[in-house]
């Protein structure tokens, strides 16, 4: 079933969101080149806990046998698109850098994720990010009372395609709020007019995840990266919004 929030409860996403969005804005500023991708989670997570909310993705598990997940952000370099674990590993200029955080603020869950270039990236990577990140503004565009997911996901996946790139098809946005997945499920590729129903109340962190390359992605040996199969670049830009009778309203911002 699609929760649809009450007021209370959509002013505590509100915070979730807030305390995210200023996170991740201050996990942005320190991306340079010889940062490294544990030290952007350290930022991140003093943000959150002095903000009176929790890190999420801390002690996440998938499924039995996996190793619960570390961090507090998912730092992903290059050719990996989603939960890169954050390391000692430095950032280098030319590398683009994926990171994904999710905040749980009195029990309501907030997801973002953004891409960015490390230093000088090459004109295909700024590419990749400028179509990602465009990809989400449309999605959100699309996200009022009478559309259905389906139409969200056509339009997604028709302006990537459109544009040279590819989406990718194991991962997904999702309702957010109660818990980090909620349905509807909403990929970023489909059919317009299929799907369930957008109505005001409903929360969806939309997420597009654009490969330069071929769509498939591959997990890497340490149970979390996902990388792209063919080696090449991939972004991921997302946010979680509000589905309302106006405009939709993006709650993870500063
Ligand atoms: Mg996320
Ligand atoms: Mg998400």
């Not at 806990?49 to 598990?61: H, I």
């Amino acid at each position: 079933m699609i929760v649809i929030k009450s007021p209370s409860e959509i002013r505590l996403m509100r915070e979730a969101g807030r305390i995210l969005g200023l996170a991740l804005q201050a996990v942005r500023r320190k991306i340079a080149p010889g940062v490294t991708t544990a030290e952007l989670d350290a930022c991140a997570e003093e943000i959150i806990r002095s903000g009176g909310a929790v890190p999420t993705f801390q002690g996440v598990t998938q499924y039995e046998g996996q190793p619960p997940f570390p961090g507090t952000i998912t730092a992903s370099v290059n050719s990996e698109l989603v939960h890169g674990i954050p390391s000692s590993r430095k950032l280098a200029g030319g590398d683009i850098i994926s990171v994904d955080c999710g905040v749980t603020y009195k029990g309501y869950v907030a997801d973002a994720a953004f891409s960015a270039p490390v230093g000088q990236i090459s004109p295909s990577a700024r590419l990749l990010l400028e179509v990602t990140e465009q990809a989400l503004a449309i999605g959100i565009d699309m996200l009022r009372p009478g559309n259905r997911t389906g139409d969200v996901s056509h339009a997604i996946q028709e302006y990537v395609e459109k544009r040279g790139h590819s989406v990718v098809r194991e991962y997904t946005g999702h309702g957010v709020g109660r818990s980090m997945w909620e349905p509807p499920q909403v990929p970023n590729y489909g059919t317009a007019g299929r799907g369930p129903e957008l109505r005001a109340g409903m929360t969806i962190a939309l997420e597009p995840m654009v490969n330069q390359g071929a769509p498939a992605t591959r997990v890497l040996p340490d149970q979390w990266t996902v990388a792209t199969r063919d080696g090449r670049l991939c972004a991921h830009f997302e946010h979680t919004v509000l589905v309302t009778e106006g405009d939709p309203v993006v709650l993870t911002v500063p």
